[in-house]
T-cell receptor, first 115, second 114 residues
Framework: QQQVKQSPQSLIVQKGGISIINCAYE??????FPWYQQFPGKGPALLIA?????SEKKEGRFTISFNKSAKQFSLHIMDSQPGDSATYFC??????????????FGSGTRLQVQP | EPEVTQTPSHQVTQMGQEVILRCVPI?????FYWYRQILGQKVEFLVS????????KSEIFDDQFSVERPDGSNFTLKIRSTKLEDSAMYFC????????????FGQGTRLTVV
């Protein structure tokens, strides 16, 4: 019940295309859903996050879509660039203050954006 | 921009030895974490720490692990008797209060147990 399932495992997109990564969760207590970007040899970096009281959040080229009834959320990267090539992790947490939350991570998606 | 710093970046240790991984969280953060990532796998939660005590721990965080905040700035993870399967990247993270601030991760310490 604590798992967060992420797909696809890997993704190849042409420069300028849209990258879409999907996640699904079971635990209805989760109420905080961040996405992290990780480059090789680096720590995960917080990219964008959403709470379940909204269905979509956009920051620049990155958009989270959230479907509470389906318990699914996704990351869309518009106009994908070679510099976006990295591993992306969805995560979920629950409780007060988002900084206080232990996170359950998805298995990661390795994105490759071809020039 | 404030960041979480971890030392060392790479630690090689003999099986059965004790290791201490060190972290300096972001200065005004209140919540501290250790996560680990076995090569090529997902990031796994180990332990959270708040108000000088453990808030939550996972099944991975057994008796060989301990955490400490010995002063106002450092946060450490001690592994008492390392095993081969402890080889992983260990990430420290810290978080502040706020609705969407989230947790910020350090660069990690790669632990290799031989």
């Amino acid at each position: 019940q604590q798992q967060v399932k992420q797909s696809p495992q890997s993704l190849i997109v042409q420069k300028g295309g849209i990258s879409i990564i999907n996640c699904a969760y079971e635990n209805t207590a989760f109420d905080y859903f961040p996405w992290y970007q990780q480059f090789p040899g680096k720590g995960p970096a917080l990219l964008i996050a959403i709470r379940p009281d909204v269905s979509e959040k956009k920051e620049g080229r990155f958009t989270i879509s959230f479907n509470k009834s389906a318990k699914q959320f996704s990351l869309h990267i518009m106009d994908s660039q070679p510099g976006d090539s990295a591993t992306y992790f969805c995560a979920a947490g629950s409780g007060p203050d988002t900084g206080r939350r232990a996170l359950t991570f998805g298995s990661g998606t390795r994105l490759q954006v071809q020039p | 921009e404030p960041e979480v710093t971890q030392t060392p970046s790479h630690q090689v240790t003999q099986m059965g030895q004790e290791v201490i991984l060190r972290c300096v969280p972001i200065s005004n953060h209140l919540y501290f974490y250790w996560y680990r990532q076995i090569l090529g796998q997902k990031v796994e939660f180990l332990v959270s720490f708040y108000n000088n005590e453990i808030s939550e721990k996972s099944e991975i965080f057994d008796d060989q692990f301990s955490v400490e905040r010995p002063d106002g700035s450092n946060f450490t993870l001690k592994i008492r008797s390392t095993k081969l399967e402890d080889s992983a990247m260990y990430f420290c993270a810290s978080g502040g209060s706020g609705t969407l601030q989230g947790a910020f991760f350090g660069q990690g310490t790669r632990l290799t147990v031989v």
